[in-house]
């Protein structure tokens, strides 16, 4: 049994605590990351409203503290003229080897979908399709089948039967994209400065994230990638009524942030940035869907998104037909 430092109790606790006591320890896990680490430190900064707010944050004890972005040509083109508007920020960019000019070039997600395939349903499903196909008879292949040995030992959290016509699918899946887009550029960036990441994720967006949060706590100084996640136990509208609170700066394809009759903090822009094309989770969301606002709000992007690959496009309509979600 994995020993845990944390229970999911204590993330409960921690999670109602006011905001002003959540910024209090969220300065301290940065200061005790930044003296660690002798100030070899950095924010990862994706222009989005959970990094905002942690640069605001870490930039109050450290007003130098280095940010890094990496362009992955995926973002919303607000994120990015958000992001040029800080000081100290590090662009970063995709790269692959050209074996033939023996040189590093832009990696691109459509050279992505040519290499890897389509990022779709969720890095779990996604990853599970990519590997059965290339290993029929290994354990991920068995996730879907749900009489198979391996989900019925470790039960229907590991069954992804339902996604079965997908792995029959002619249609090219595979989760890399994010790897090869986002954590590579960052990993390498990492290696050649001797430098450790400061990352904005909460651990209640994802059971992975949450995990994570109560194997390490914020601060996981002894993990294979030494990382700092110190507004993990930050709340949405945490985020959305310190931008409010403090009056910070933030990119405008969120709309302008404001409160419901019962005090919730919304957005009526986005609510979620991150990469354009990602269909990741497309398939849970109430419509009007990212695909059905993009279309609203950047036509050109739409167009290219759901243009045929053949025509010059990325071909997304053909898998969100396939899986049944409108655009």
């Not at 430190?41 to 972005?69: C, H, M, N, Q």
Request: with cysteine; proline share 4%.
């Amino acid at each position: 049994m994995e020993e845990l430092k944390y229970t999911s109790e204590d993330l409960k606790i921690m999670q109602s605590w006011s905001l002003q006591r959540k910024i209090q320890v969220t300065q301290t896990r940065i200061i005790e990351w930044y003296q660690h680490w002798e100030g070899k430190v950095y924010v990862s900064f994706s222009g989005g409203k959970d990094s905002t707010v942690l640069l605001d944050l870490a930039r109050r004890i450290y007003p130098d503290v280095e940010a890094v972005f990496v362009d992955t040509g995926l973002e919303y083109p607000e994120i990015r003229e958000f992001v040029k508007t800080k000081e100290n920020v590090v662009w970063l960019y995709p790269q692959k080897y050209n074996r033939k000019t023996k040189q590093y070039e832009r990696y691109t997600f459509k050279q992505v979908l040519d290499d890897y395939g389509y990022p779709v349903i969720s890095k779990e499903v996604s990853d599970a399709i990519y590997c059965a196909r290339s290993k029929p008879d290994g354990h991920r292949a068995k996730k879907f089948d749900s009489n198979s040995d391996y989900c019925k030992k470790y039960g229907s959290r590991y069954d992804l039967s339902k996604w079965k016509f997908l792995l029959e699918s002619d249609i090219p899946i595979s989760h890399m994209c994010c790897n090869v887009m986002k954590k590579n550029p960052v990993k390498n960036y990492e290696k050649e400065n001797n430098i450790y990441p400061i990352i904005g994720t909460m651990a209640c967006e994802a059971q992975h994230r949450k995990r994570e949060w109560l194997k390490t706590g914020c601060n996981g100084f002894n993990k294979k990638r030494p990382t700092s996640q110190p507004i993990s136990f930050w709340t949405e509208q945490d985020i959305l009524q310190y931008i409010k609170e403090f009056n910070i700066p933030y990119a405008s394809v969120y709309g302008e942030i404001l409160q419901d009759e019962k005090g919730k903090y919304y957005t009526t822009g986005c609510d979620r940035t991150g990469c354009m094309f990602c269909m990741f989770g497309v398939h849970l969301e109430k419509e009007p869907n990212r695909f059905q606002r993009m279309k609203i709000t950047h036509p050109k992007i739409y167009e290219y998104c759901m243009k045929p690959i053949e025509e010059g496009g990325l071909g997304l309509s053909k898998v969100l037909d396939y899986i049944g979600v409108k655009y």
